[in-house]
């Protein structure tokens, strides 16, 4: 029985998180077929007709018109439709562009690591500068500091992030002349893209400059899309830390006489943080959307700045690829962060 | 009970008592909300804007359309080259900046104003039913919420506008609809703490009705937190807004619109950086401002973090 206890235990643990994970994994199933209703609906809702704004056509004579009907399925029952839509998305397949002719999850996938990039570096910088503003800022409660963070947070919040990019544009890359414009490398270096992070082919390339270069071009986007995040995430850290600082632990770790450091350090930030990182996760949806402005004002080939051009130049199959592939990852996301939120916050798993 | 002049004397007393009590609300109110330094700062900032949308027509030195041949692109004032009749330089098609702005103004505000009424509206209306009857109608409207905020606002937004054509109507329906999951969850929940009080049972016992119920006796007591959120989704509508414009699917040019002048303004933003800042900052102002009367809002509405 001794030994048994503990393994009891784990089991326990173990069943528990199972079933919370399922549970999660129910959920998800409805918003799953939601997304897919939306993005079949989008084409058929179209000004227009939807066969020929998935084929990319205009004015074709009845024959070839009765060839695409059939092609794109028209001809069957609108439930069939969307059935074989849904079988195709799992078989990987979300339509054909028309500017291109390629499959839609090849041009996705191909730009998609830009975004990732972009993405990583804005949240990093968001949450380096972010949650420590955001502790100093809760220690030290009413100070200038804290006024002075909460003032700049607060205008970050409400920056329109494009104008943001142009004056980083008109200072940085105008007036000083230190950054470049656009783009993800100078056109200068020509190497095999590897991994698509520009960043680490540039390392792999072993061209001198190639690195410092493809840094220099990824600053002020990862400033910009950082902007929204890094606010949220500095006024989201103070206030929980506000709340941890007067919670009982926190008043007995004071009363054993540990120094301010080791109280606020690892009694209060460790609980502060679980709410953080619910909040970086809900970011992700936040930043590609705000991929969609930095990408189009830095010229950036990410998944942003190709859904606006496909939108605007009527490519319609890749706007509904891009659609469901973009809702798939922020609901991936989302549901990591509940499960993460459940494996650090025992509380919420019991529930 | 017979005698007619008591029962006069009695109701005045309860009117009279019922203007002090809103009295006293309000004062309290205000007494909050003016602890904050920064939301009469920014209550001060929204009242200038709303003066200078309604006065645009009179005060503006210019017509914000005319394009002046003979001065494109002129700096303001204080740089070189500028003069006092274009105080804050003109765009590149000899536009003055300053009243094209003001004009702005009017758009910024309406967009933000219809915006949140729609979807105040539509949130109230999804969250008091859902909130009200629960079950499998609650299920169902809360999985569609859910299902919008699946995709990125701004996104869905731009998809919104491609189903129903660019332009500053469409926008704003299309804003009005990605926010309005925001209203209805909050009105839900608002309303499933509230529907099990007291005083909502005493109603149900002394035989109000579903309507009456809904609208009367809850909803009054539901409105703290939909103030607050109404307030940023107006920033937020205002922002987005700009967003739309600023990427061609919104208000279209000659529109005064701040969003879309930025994307006019574009293409000279090494040349001219006047035609650039000014009306970001417009926007930046304006949305700071309504944000920090939101923050105020909510520290004098919110009873949990009033005395705290």
Partial sequence: MIAGAPLWRLLSFYTNMLKFLLNKLVLIVPTFIGITIVAFGFVRVLPGDPILSLAGERGVDPERYQQLLVQFGFD????????????????????????????????????????????????????????????????KRGSWFDQLTMGTALAGYSMPIFWWGLLLIILFSGTLGWTPVSGRISLLYFFPQVTGFML???????????????????????????????????????????????????????????????????????????????????????LLGGAILTETIFSWPGIGKWMLDSISRRDYPSVQGGLVLIALIVMMVNLTVDVLYGLINPRIRHQ | MTDPTLKNIDQDVVKEEARKARWSVLNEFWHYFSANKGAVIGLCIVGFMILMAVLAPVIAPHDPNLQNRDA??????????????????????????????????????????????????????????????????????????????????????????????????????????????????????????????EYVTSAKVAGAGHLRLMFKTILPNCLAPLIVQATLSFSTAILDAAALGFLGMGAQPPTPEWGTMLAEAREFVLRAWWVVTFPGLAILVTVLAINLVGDGLRDALDPKLKRS
């Fill in chain 1, 76 to 139: 069957r029952p609108i439930w069939e439709q969307y059935f074989t839509y849904v079988v195709g998305l799992f078989q990987g397949d979300f339509g054909t562009s028309i500017a291109t002719k390629r499959p839609v999850l090849n041009e996705f996938m191909a730009l998609f690591p830009a975004t990732v990039e972009l993405a990583t570096c804005a949240i990093i910088f968001a949450t380096l500068i972010g949650i420590p503003a955001g502790i100093i800022s809760a220690v």
């Fill in chain 2, 72 to 197: 494109f692109l002129t700096p303001p004032v204080w740089q070189d080259g500028g003069s006092w009749t274009f105080i804050l330089g003109t765009d590149a098609v000899g536009r003055d900046i300053l009243s094209r702005l003001m004009h702005g103004a009017r758009f910024s505000l309406f967009i933000g104003v219809v915006v949140v009424t729609i979807s105040l509206i539509g949130g109230i209306m999804i969250g008091l039913i859902a909130g009200y009857f629960r079950g499998w109608v609650d299920t169902l409207i809360m999985r569609v919420m859910d299902i919008i905020l699946a995709f990125p606002s701004l996104l869905l937004a731009l998809v919104l506008v491609a189903i129903l054509g660019p332009g500053l109507v469409n926008a704003m329906i299309a804003i009005a609809i990605v926010l309005q999951p925001h209203f209805a969850r909050l009105t839900r929940a608002a309303v499933m703490s509230e529907s099990n009080r």
């Fill in chain 1, 200 to 286: 680490i082919d540039s390392l792999l390339s072993g061209q001198a400059g190639a690195f410092r270069s493809a840094v220099l071009h990824l600053i002020l986007p990862t400033i910009v899309l950082g902007t929204i995040p890094l606010a949220v995430i500095a006024r989201q850290t103070r206030s929980a830390m506000l709340e941890v600082l007067g919670e009982d632990y926190v008043r007995t770790a004071r009363a054993k006489g540990l120094e301010q450091v080791q109280v606020v350090g690892v009694h209060a930030l460790r609980n502060a943080l679980i709410p953080v990182i619910t909040t970086i996760g809900l970011q992700v949806g936040v």
